[in-house]
């Protein structure tokens, strides 16, 4: 069976923190993709990044960066010098099979405070 | 980028209406989409998966007769709440898998359905 677990289930932060959220999966398949969503207030799910199995490189894109690592089953994500507008709720997902059913963490709700 | 487009984002309705809800891929072809549940403060639970022409694959837990879902074509699926009752009320969010790639999912602005 796929999982995911966001143990941490809210953060709160003041601007221009670094804040990690954590993400840890299960899955038996060997072919996998795993995912980073944002859902701020108004409830649409904006798409962050999208990794697969077979690549560890980690990835920065501007203040965003991920830390993926087989060996532990993690794909963390972290904002640097957060802002205000990084609050939202954070999904990490798993993605596996030819059917491609996406199993969602319970999310992170993130707040920054000015 | 390829867009998922759900119609209408907000529906109120009264206790034992049916309520429709459409997710269009704009600008690719889906073969399968996937509707997923979500409740407030809670994470999305997906519901179901329907592919095109086909009748839809539906999660446990999830009555068939109570959430119709339709892939008449391959930019349309329709979620049919039938009979909705205030427990029924939630936010509803659609992805459609562009068909050739692996991994190539979309998502659509959601749907929040109120029944009162």
């Known amino acids: 069976a796929q999982k995911v677990t966001q143990a941490q289930t809210e953060i709160s932060v003041v601007e221009k923190e670094d804040v990690t959220l954590d993400c840890v999966y299960e899955t038996r398949d060997t072919t996998y993709y795993l995912f980073w969503y944002k859902q701020p207030p108004s409830g649409e799910l904006v798409f962050l990044i999208r990794?697969?199995?077979?690549?560890?490189q980690n990835e920065i894109s501007g203040r965003y960066s991920w830390n993926f690592q087989k060996s532990t089953s993690s794909f963390n994500f972290t904002i640097t010098a957060s802002q205000v507008v990084d609050s939202a709720v954070y999904f990490c997902?798993?993605?596996?099979?030819?059917?491609?059913?996406?199993?969602f963490g319970k999310g992170i709700t993130l707040s920054v405070r000015p | 980028g390829a867009v998922v487009s759900q119609h209408p984002s907000r529906v109120i309705c009264k206790s034992g209406t049916s309520v429709k809800i459409e997710c269009r891929s704009l600008d690719f072809q889906a073969t399968t989409m996937f509707w997923y549940r979500q409740f407030p403060k809670q994470s999305l639970m997906l519901m179901a998966t329907s592919n095109e022409g086909s009748k839809a694959t539906y999660e446990q837990g999830v009555e068939k007769d109570k959430f119709l879902i339709n892939h008449a074509s391959l930019t349309l699926s329709t979620l049919t709440v039938t009979s909705a009752h205030p427990e029924d009320s939630s936010f509803y969010i659609c992805?459609?898998?562009?068909?050739?790639?692996?991994?190539?999912?979309?998502f659509g602005e959601g749907s929040r359905l109120t029944v009162l």
């Open positions: 990794r697969n199995s077979f690549d560890e």
């Open positions: 992805s459609a898998r562009k068909t050739s790639r692996a991994g190539e999912l979309f």
């Open positions: 997902a798993l993605l596996t099979g030819a059917n491609s059913k996406l199993t």
